[in-house]
T-cell receptor, first 112, second 115 residues
Framework: KQEVTQIPAALSVPEGENLVLNCSFT??????LQWFRQDPGKGLTSLLL?????REQTSGRLNASLDKSSGRSTLYIAASQPGDSATYLCAGFSSNTGKLIFGQGTTLQVKP | DAGVTQSPTHLIKTRGQHVTLRCSPI?????VSWYQQVLGQGPQFIFQYYEKEERGRGNFPDRFSARQFPNYSSELNVNALLLGDSALYLC??????????????FGPGTRLTVL
């Protein structure tokens, strides 16, 4: 059974800090991994998608990496801003199951 | 282009009732998938449809059903509602082959409350 785990569950940082969100998965047949942002009570916004053949993707202040051998992905946020406050979810697509499996999310608060 | 749209935005039902949730994908997207997100947890996959055919089903009871129409919009139906069905129901669409590996674009969700 594929499981996706996100640590920490919650994180509070002062504005301007660089931070790393972690995502681990148990299924070695993961095809790709997606990072999403979710604001309270809202839907999900796709941030980055990393194919299994890639090691990282970048978009603005966001950088996501994928290490299939260790079953880990990280989302790096540079120079955090209060507007970055949200829940960040990672989701792995498994070639075994053909399903998209989500972690429980990390809720980030960036304090001014 | 408009994003994924869902209706209604909020819904209150009582136990035992039936509910229908609707989703319109981004124009040109042929795949629609449905997710249930209970408060404090990540979304759980319910169904995926591509070209009007079911492509995948999650671990949900038969009370949950869905369909996709010729214009690629979709309905999620839930019968005999239970208190535990209270959740945010999310719809996502994708452009290409219908695999969930493609970038998923999510709608704002329908908040269902079962009393």
């Amino acid at each position: 059974k594929q499981e996706v785990t996100q640590i920490p569950a919650a994180l509070s940082v002062p504005e301007g800090e660089n931070l790393v969100l972690n995502c681990s998965f148990t299924d070695s047949a993961i095809y790709n991994l997606q990072w999403f942002r979710q604001d309270p009570g809202k839907g999900l916004t796709s941030l980055l998608l990393i194919q299994s053949s890639q090691r990282e993707q970048t978009s603005g202040r966001l950088n996501a990496s994928l290490d299939k051998s260790s079953g880990r992905s990280t989302l790096y946020i540079a120079a955090s801003q209060p507007g970055d406050s949200a829940t960040y979810l990672c989701a792995g697509f498994s070639s075994n199951t053909g399903k998209l499996i989500f972690g429980q999310g990390t809720t980030l608060q960036v304090k001014p | 282009d408009a994003g994924v749209t869902q209706s209604p935005t909020h819904l209150i039902k009582t136990r035992g009732q039936h509910v229908t949730l609707r989703c319109s994908p981004i124009s040109g997207h042929k795949s629609v998938s449905w997710y249930q997100q209970v408060l404090g947890q990540g979304p759980q996959f319910i169904f995926q449809y591509y070209e009007k055919e079911e492509r995948g089903r999650g671990n949900f009871p038969d009370r949950f059903s869905a369909r996709q129409f010729p214009n690629y919009s979709s309905e999620l139906n839930v019968n005999a509602l239970l208190l535990g069905d209270s959740a945010l129901y999310l719809c996502a669409s994708s452009r290409t082959s219908g695999r969930l590996a493609d970038t998923q674009y999510f709608g704002p969700g329908t908040r269902l409350t079962v009393l």
